[in-house]
Nanobody, 115 residues
Framework: QVTLVESGGGLVQAGGSLRLSCAASGSIFSINAMGWYRQAPGKQRELVAFIPSNGRTKYADSVKGRYTISRDNAKNTVYLQMNSLKPEDTAVYYC?????????WGQGTQVTVSS
């Protein structure tokens, strides 16, 4: 059994910062890709940032230059540093990871940016 637990969401004013964390636990032998997605009300879930095992990051155009994804393999944890937040960044953020082959999702954490 593998679980992903996110933390770090909350309410912040526009221009502010938040840092999300997602820790994987359970019977873990290998973690390949890790990433963050988000889903705003009435919209489809979209990829925000992605970091494979080789560390080559990928970002959605809307967050480039503002968000930074990183991972600590020793802790089986992926982070998302979000700076210069905008109201349109408001969404539920989900972490994703390929663990032992299959993909797993976290439960989601709410990020709300007020104007």
């Amino acid at each position: 059994q593998v679980t992903l637990v996110e933390s770090g969401g909350g309410l912040v004013q526009a221009g502010g910062s938040l840092r999300l964390s997602c820790a994987a636990s359970g019977s873990i032998f290998s973690i390949n890709a890790m990433g963050w997605y988000r889903q705003a009300p009435g919209k489809q879930r979209e990829l925000v940032a992605f970091i494979p095992s080789n560390g080559r990051t990928k970002y959605a155009d809307s967050v480039k230059g503002r968000y930074t994804i990183s991972r600590d393999n020793a802790k089986n944890t992926v982070y998302l540093q979000m700076n210069s937040l905008k109201p349109e960044d408001t969404a539920v953020y989900y972490c994703y990871a390929n663990i032992n082959g299959p993909g797993y999702w976290g439960q989601g954490t709410q990020v709300t940016v007020s104007s």
